[in-house]
């Protein structure tokens, strides 16, 4: 590793530990061979679900050495923002949950076109204009701790959710959690797509408002506190996040629910001014081989377009055109969310919804 690499992973490593203002953290991935070039990759994404893909990756290109930076979701579209509006060099390849960032990203002429037999073979309503590229099969889930939720209770559907916390108020009374979509980006994508697949769901706000649902940002601070049975259910988590946690041996169970389940596909895409776009192309061609989405499925997000129901999930599996599954289509149509007399519009009406008391 070069010597100002060391130095940019120390300082970024001093500045997360010292409280300082920056988000973002560098990790290196040396070749395991002699290293013949650098792959640059800027990312929302959790470093242990993209590690096991990088380093397999790595075994198929030994000479390449990987530079990886992860952001918030803001962060990073901030920079891109800035970094394509001033014609600046970007990343060789970009990542990120935020498929509405990245639409916007690609609508302002940000991305470049490129499209192989691996592109080819993801589903339409995950890529767009083969210059955004849905690589995972992410669906929100209903997450439960198995230890202390009666059989019984366990919601299968929305419908099951709303009902229960109307029925059982001094079981669940402040032991329900869900993201707080003024603080979390994918909160708010998966309440916004809520809205337009049931009229269920002002029921279950209105349900979250009544049992004083617990909000927070972040899907990891979620699941600790369901293990923990500080929380007893949390609804619309990531769904890769929880069966990592699962598979770790946390007591939790994990529904897809039955009327439907909101699917994402966390993006990638290559900058219009990318430095090295020919490598960015050859990791997104891995990603989306058979090879890739089998180590995605193995090690990194569980879930993948190959294999929607692993083992141990609650759910229905009729086959993906049955309907259940509701997948949020990768185009123009994420503009939306982020209009910002939308944006107004939709927060102040969720949070009326579930104002308590």
């Known amino acids: 590793m070069r010597l100002s ?39 929302v994404a959790d470093l242990s679900a993209i590690g096991p893909m990088i ?10 050495s990987v530079d990886f930076t992860d952001y918030l979701t803001n ?6 923002a800035n970094q394509c509006a001033k014609g600046e ?45 849905g690589f995972t099969f992410e669906p929100a889930v209903i997450v439960y701790n198995r230890d202390l939720v009666a059989p019984a209770d366990i919601p299968r559907t929305h419908h099951d959710l709303a009902e229960l916390l109307r029925a059982k108020p001094e079981i669940y009374d402040g032991k329900v959690g869900t993201y707080d979509i003024e603080q979390s980006g994918i909160g708010y994508l998966f309440a916004f797509f809520d809205t337009q697949q049931s009229n269920i769901f002002g029921r279950l706000l209105e349900s979250f408002g009544r049992s004083r649902a617990v909000l927070r940002c972040c899907t990891g601070e ?36 039955r009327d439907y389940t909101l699917v994402l596909s966390r993006t990638a895409m290559i900058p219009a001014a990318a430095g090295r776009p020919d490598l ?7 990603v989306l081989s058979s090879r890739g989405q089998a180590a995605a499925a193995a090690e990194s997000f569980f879930f993948s ?8 999930v609650d759910a229905v ?4 055109g049955s309907g259940v599954y509701r997948p949020i289509v990768i185009g123009p149509a994420l503009l939306a969310t982020l209009d910002q007399q939308n944006r107004r519009r939709f927060l102040s009406e969720w949070k009326a919804s579930i104002e308590r008391d």
């Not at 690609?106 to 993801?122: E, H, K, M, V």
């Not at 960015?280 to 891995?286: E, I």
């Open 5 to 43: 690499s060391r130095l940019a992973v120390a300082a970024l490593l001093f500045l997360g530990l010292s409280g300082g203002a920056t988000a973002k953290e560098n990790t290196w991935f040396p070749a395991v061979g002699p290293e013949t070039a650098v792959l640059t990759i800027h990312a």
């Open 55 to 64: 380093r397999d990756f790595q075994k198929t290109q030994p000479g390449i």
């Open 75 to 80: 962060e990073l579209y901030d920079l891109l």
């Open 89 to 133: 060099k970007m990343a060789d390849i970009v990542i990120s949950s935020s498929v509405d960032h990245i639409a916007k990203l690609a609508n302002d002429g940000c991305a470049q076109s490129y499209f192989s037999p691996n592109t080819g073979r993801i589903p339409d309503w995950a890529k767009w204009r083969d210059e955004v590229f």
């Open 222 to 257: 979620l699941l600790a506190r369901i293990e923990k049975g500080e929380l007893l259910i949390g609804y619309n988590l990531i769904g890769s996040y929880a069966y990592g946690r699962y598979k770790e041996g946390a007591p939790i169970g994990i529904v897809m629910p």
């Open 280 to 286: 960015g192309k050859t990791f997104l061609d891995y």
């Open 305 to 312: 377009f190959d294999r929607p129901f692993p083992e141990g």
């Open 317 to 320: 599996d009729p086959g993906l």
